[in-house]
C-alpha cells in the first residue's frame, strides 16, 4: 500500500514536472512571436502541445495550437498566405477549437475568435463609444456575473475531484510490479523530457549564435561594400580631375596658339594700316574714309632706276630695294610719319593721319632730310641718289578693296607732292609754297621761284637744308637707330 502511494506521487510530480515544461516552452513560444522569429515560435509550439498531451492538460494543448496558428500567420494577412499555410493555420484552430470544447478559458476562446476573423478577412469587431460595450453594468448583471463565476469555479473542482478519483482508482488497481514499471517509465520520460527541454535551448543558443554571426557578417559584407564604393568613388574623383586637368591644359595650349595666331595677326594688320584703322576695321569691319585738312605728303624716287635695273640681277635690284625702303621705314616711325606704300622704286608717306599734329610739315621736313642723309652715307648702293619732294595740304584717306586691305590717300595734294619730287634734284629735298609757310622758321630753304608743273601749272618751289650751323642730322639718326 505505502508502494502505491509512492508511485501516486511520483506520478504526481512527473505531471507537474511536465506541465511547468510545457508551461516554460509557452512562454518561449510568446517571446519568439514577439521578436518575430515564427519558424522557431512553430517548432517550440509544437513541443509544447506534446507536452501537455503528456501531462494531459487540455489548456497548454489549446494554447499551444494557437500559437503555432499565430506563428503561422507572422505578419501576413489571409490574402496573402498559401495553401499549405492556410491549411496549417485551419488544422491548429480546428484542434484547439475541440480542445476549449473540452476545456473552456476565455481568454483562449477570445484568441480563437480573433485567429478564425483573421483566417476568415473579418472585420475585427471595435468597441464604439456610447455602444453596449462600453455601458455600465447593473447591479443585476453583476451577481449574475459572480454567481456564474462561483458556479464555474464549483465545476472546475467537482471536475478535478473527478479526475483525481478516477485517477487515485487507476493507480489503486496496478500491482507493484506495475507500478514499478510505471515509475522507471515516468523517470526515463522525464530523462526524455529533460534532455528535449535542454536540446531545445541548446537549438535556441545556436540560432542566436547563427543570427549573430549572420548580423555580422552582413555588417562586415556592408563596410566591404562601402570600401568598394569609397574607392570607386575615389578613382571616379581622380579621373574626372585627370580628365579636368587634361582639358585645362589642352584649353591654355590652344588659347595660347590662337592668343600668339592672334597677335601675329595683329602685328601683320598693323603693318599694313594705321592703329587706328585697324581697331576700326576689326571693330565694325569697315573703315570709314575721312577728310583732312592738313596733311604733309612726301615722295621719293631714285634716279636712273630704269637704266640702274637692267645692270642688276633680280635678286640684286630687290635686295638695294629692301635695303633702302627698310632704312625709310625706321626713319619714317622715328618720325612717326604714316607710310602709306611703295610703287616700284617710289616711296610714300604722310604726316598728319590719321593722327594730326601741329608739327606735321617740320617731322616731314626732317625725315626727307634724314632719309637723303643715310644715302649719301651708302657708298655701295646701286644708285647715285634720290629725289624726294614735299607738299602740304588736304587729303582724303581710307581703306579700299574687299581682300588685301590697303590703307591709301587721294587728292590735289598727293598729285603735287609727286610732281614736286619730279621737278626736284639728287641728293635734295624739294617742297612747295605750303610746307614752306609751316616749316621757314626751323629749316633753312633756298627759293627756285616758280616752276611749271605738269597739269598743274606754275608752282613756287623751294630747296630746304639743314638749319645754319648744323651740318648732320645726328640726333635724328641716333632717334632711328641707323
Not at 511536465?18 to 512562454?27: C, D, F, P, S
Not at 489503486?172 to 514499478?180: D, G, H, I, V
Not at 645692270?311 to 630695294?321: I, K, Q, R, Y
Request: hydrophobic share 40%; proline share 2%.
Amino acid at each position: 500500500m505505502r508502494m502505491t502511494f509512492l508511485i501516486a506521487g511520483l506520478l504526481a510530480l512527473f505531471s507537474l514536472v511536465v506541465k511547468g515544461q510545457g508551461a516554460a516552452q509557452l512562454e518561449l513560444g510568446r517571446q519568439l512571436l514577439e521578436q518575430e522569429r515564427y519558424q522557431d515560435a512553430v517548432k517550440v509550439a509544437e513541443q509544447a502541445y506534446y507536452s501537455g498531451r503528456k501531462a494531459e492538460d487540455l489548456t497548454i494543448q489549446a494554447e499551444a495550437q494557437l500559437l503555432q496558428a499565430q506563428a503561422f500567420f507572422g505578419k501576413q494577412t489571409a490574402s496573402s498566405l498559401n495553401w499549405r499555410q492556410k491549411i496549417r493555420v485551419k488544422r491548429a484552430l480546428k484542434s484547439a477549437e475541440q480542445l476549449l470544447e473540452a476545456s473552456p478559458n476565455d481568454t483562449l476562446q477570445l484568441w480563437y475568435r480573433r485567429l478564425d476573423r483573421r483566417l476568415n478577412n473579418k472585420p475585427q469587431m471595435p468597441i464604439q463609444p456610447g455602444g453596449v460595450a462600453e455601458q455600465r453594468p447593473t447591479l443585476e448583471q453583476l451577481k449574475q456575473r459572480k454567481i456564474d463565476v462561483m458556479r464555474a469555479v464549483g465545476d472546475t473542482l467537482l471536475s478535478l475531484k473527478k479526475e483525481r478519483e478516477a485517477y487515485e482508482a487507476e493507480v489503486a488497481t496496478l500491482s507493484e510490479e506495475q507500478a514499478r514499471q510505471e515509475l522507471l517509465l515516468a523517470r526515463q520520460q522525464q530523462t526524455i523530457d529533460s534532455i528535449s527541454l535542454a536540446r531545445l535551448g541548446d537549438s535556441i543558443m545556436v540560432i542566436r549564435q547563427e543570427q549573430q554571426l549572420q548580423s555580422q557578417q552582413a555588417q562586415l559584407e556592408l563596410q566591404r561594400t562601402q570600401r568598394n564604393r569609397s574607392r570607386i568613388v575615389a578613382g571616379a574623383i581622380i579621373l574626372i580631375a585627370l580628365i579636368l586637368t587634361w582639358l585645362y591644359v589642352n584649353s591654355r595650349r590652344k588659347n595660347n596658339i590662337i592668343e600668339t595666331e592672334r597677335n601675329r595677326s595683329e602685328e601683320l594688320l598693323l603693318n599694313i594700316l594705321p592703329a587706328s584703322v585697324a581697331q576700326e576695321l576689326k571693330t565694325d569691319g569697315q573703315a570709314t574714309a575721312r577728310h583732312y585738312e592738313e596733311v604733309t605728303v612726301l615722295f621719293s624716287d631714285f634716279k636712273d632706276f630704269s637704266r640702274t635695273s637692267k645692270d642688276l640681277s633680280p635678286a640684286e635690284l630687290v635686295a638695294a630695294l629692301d635695303r633702302c625702303f627698310r632704312a625709310f621705314d625706321e626713319i619714317v616711325a622715328a618720325h612717326g610719319i604714316e607710310k602709306i606704300k611703295t610703287i616700284g622704286d617710289a616711296y610714300m608717306c604722310a604726316a598728319g593721319v590719321p593722327e594730326s599734329n601741329a608739327d606735321d610739315a617740320q617731322r616731314a621736313v626732317r625725315a626727307a632730310l634724314a632719309m637723303q642723309d643715310w644715302l649719301k652715307q651708302q657708298k655701295d648702293l646701286p644708285f647715285s641718289g634720290a629725289r624726294i619732294g614735299l607738299h602740304t595740304g588736304p587729303v582724303v584717306a581710307g581703306v579700299v578693296g574687299a581682300r588685301k586691305f590697303a590703307y591709301d590717300i587721294w587728292g590735289d595734294t598727293v598729285n603735287l607732292a609727286a610732281r614736286l619730287e619730279s621737278k626736284g634734284k639728287v641728293g635734295k629735298v624739294n617742297i612747295s609754297q605750303a610746307t614752306y609757310d609751316r616749316i621757314r622758321d626751323s629749316f633753312r630753304c633756298e627759293s627756285r621761284g616758280q616752276i611749271p608743273a605738269k597739269g598743274i601749272g606754275e608752282v613756287e618751289m623751294y630747296f630746304v637744308s639743314l638749319p645754319e650751323g648744323v651740318e648732320r642730322l645726328d640726333v635724328i639718326m641716333e632717334n632711328t637707330g641707323l
